[in-house]
């Protein structure tokens, strides 16, 4: 075996032993990922793509969003999006154009926390009405998650009205859920993660790992299973949950289905039922990390299964029903937001019954944090935590819009190995997917930093000033003023070499060298996925 894969071996095991024990370094590595994997950008155009059934156009819509987290449409025209930084945006989804809206609460952006859920009310062309998830600081040391709603008016949040806020607080800065959802009845449904203490799932006197159903004024409904028992919280809906995610109402039998993360492995698909204990932590079909058995196996009477669910994880995020208006061979599937392995999961269901399992986009190195259907114009929208919004359309034969003519690449889609085929004792799916050919880029497309205040001290700007970033992100950079380690890294690594008046110090020399070195060994790809891999772990 040659010496440059040994090197990269021992690279990627020095960042994966770095990772694991350092929460500031790791977010700095996720950083540079999301900053070195940036495969679609507006300035591509429309990118034709290859699905089992479909043939595809990917239509960026917007790029250099910051930590995207979850989108709701409000218009034909028009989309809100939610930054984790704390940032809500109108987009424009013909011309690209972002508007920044004011009054939105304060938020705390720590660890897997920020402005997360958005929501239209199911009135909102009449009453204006949004609906936010965000997390909140308690003092002295803790956190939660908040629900609240004001009025859109313009560019302008007004009227902010608190909802709901999580019980208890806790110091910990992972598993806030977040996701929100309507009914047909018009209540909204809340997920709250666990916040790593997994026997609060189990515990009906707290709100965390549960799905929470209120009324849109935040009362709690006189039909929700814990009304008048005591020791329980009234507005639990469901229990026995780690940290979900996604939300998404059933088109036909009009019930939630939810995804949630699970820990190494046991990522599941459910359905919510009134009342129902999903098991977390008792059964379970995941790990620990670093291996050991959880609970007391995967079944127990009494507590619920999942639809489905995947081993190993794929961290489902957002999830939607597709209507198959616009995509014809896709109705009724299930359409999951995957972090983890980069790309959107699509399911194909019998019922209940998961028959079919497609992975989509994987050549584009995106973590996918949140897909939806317009309910005006039942086109697919999927936002990706690399910072891009984009649509999918249906191609048709002949047409030759974009680059379709020349394409740079065409990409396809990966079979998998589906939870039905491991309960059948079936390896052929697997063996598949071992076998499939997946394209990669020819080349490295001319990536962009996506870099934010406060930033270490590592990169210096010399002389005049220097442009980094796009769209919202985009901002010049004064003489004297610098960035961190991580950052000069991910300019290195996408060769970034229109970026020329920096200053390095030491530290930052030393980051863009081993980058530059990892990148040039490995031909980008395979770095990338292995850093991918580590650097989500805590993003779970």
């Not at 313009?154 to 909802?163: I, N, P, S």
């Amino acid at each position: 075996m040659s010496a440059r894969p040994s090197g990269m071996r021992a690279l990627l095991s020095c960042l994966a032993l770095a990772l694991a024990g350092c929460e500031a370094l790791e977010w700095q590595a996720l950083r540079l990922y999301l900053a070195a994997n940036h495969h679609l950008e507006v300035a591509d155009g429309p990118v034709p793509y290859r699905a089992e059934t479909e043939d595809l156009w990917l239509v960026p819509i917007v790029d250099g969003l910051e930590f995207p987290w979850d989108m709701t449409f409000v218009s034909p025209g028009e989309v809100l999006v939610t930054e984790k930084p704390g940032r809500l945006s109108r987009i424009d989804l013909a011309t690209g154009e972002i508007h920044p809206v004011a009054g939105v609460p304060e938020v705390a952006f720590v660890g897997q926390g920020g402005l997360l859920g958005v929501e239209c009310d199911p009135a909102f062309g009449k009453n204006g009405w949004v609906y936010l998830s965000y997390s909140i600081p308690v003092p002295p040391d803790a956190y939660t998650t908040r629900v609240a709603r004001a009025q859109l008016r313009g560019d302008r949040l007004e009227d902010l009205e608190v909802l709901l806020t999580a019980q208890p607080a806790r110091p910990g800065i992972n598993h806030f859920g977040g996701a929100l959802a309507f009914d047909r009845r018009g209540l909204l449904y809340v997920s709250i993660g666990e916040r790593e203490e997994r026997d609060f799932a189990q515990d009906l006197g707290c709100d965390l790992g549960k799905v929470l159903r209120i009324r849109p004024d935040g009362s709690i409904p006189e039909d929700n299973p814990f009304v008048g028992r005591p020791g329980a919280r009234s507005e639990i809906f469901s229990w026995g949950h780690r940290n979900p995610q996604g939300l998404a109402l059933h088109p036909q039998t009009g019930e939630m289905w939810e995804s949630e993360h699970g820990p190494q492995g046991g990522d599941e698909i459910n359905v919510l039922r009134p009342g129902r204990n999903y098991g977390w932590p008792i059964i379970t079909y995941g790990e620990e990390y670093g291996g050991g058995k959880i609970g007391v196996g995967t079944h127990r009477d009494g507590l619920e299964q999942p639809v489905h669910y995947y081993v190993p994880s794929i961290a489902p995020s957002g999830i939607a029903f597709s209507s198959g208006d616009s995509l014809a061979s896709w109705r009724g599937d299930l359409l999951v937001a995957a972090l983890r392995l980069t790309h959107l999961n699509r399911l194909s269901l019998e019922g209940e019954r998961v028959v079919h399992e497609e992975r989509l986009f994987a050549d584009l190195w995106h973590r996918v944090r949140s897909v939806a259907e317009s309910p005006f114009t039942r086109q697919l929208f999927v936002l990706t935590e690399n910072g891009t919004l984009f649509r999918i359309d249906p191609r048709q034969a002949g047409d030759g819009r974009g680059r379709a003519s020349t394409p740079r690449r065409t990409m396809s889609s990966r079979k998998s190995w589906t939870s039905s085929a491991r309960r059948a004792g079936s390896t052929s799916g697997w063996r598949a997917r071992s076998a499939s050919t997946i394209s990669r880029p020819e080349r490295l497309p001319s990536h962009r930093a996506r870099i934010s205040r406060p930033l270490p001290e590592s990169f210096t700007a010399r002389s005049g000033s220097t442009t980094i970033g796009s769209g919202s992100s985009r901002r010049a950079w004064a003489p004297g003023e610098k960035a961190g380690a991580a950052q000069a890294a991910s300019i290195a690594s996408s060769r970034l070499h229109r970026i020329s008046h920096l200053r390095s110090s030491a530290a930052a020399q030393q980051s863009w060298s081993a980058a530059s070195r990892a990148w040039a060994s490995t031909k980008a790809s395979p770095f990338r996925a292995s850093l991918g891999a580590w650097t989500v772990r805590e993003r779970k």
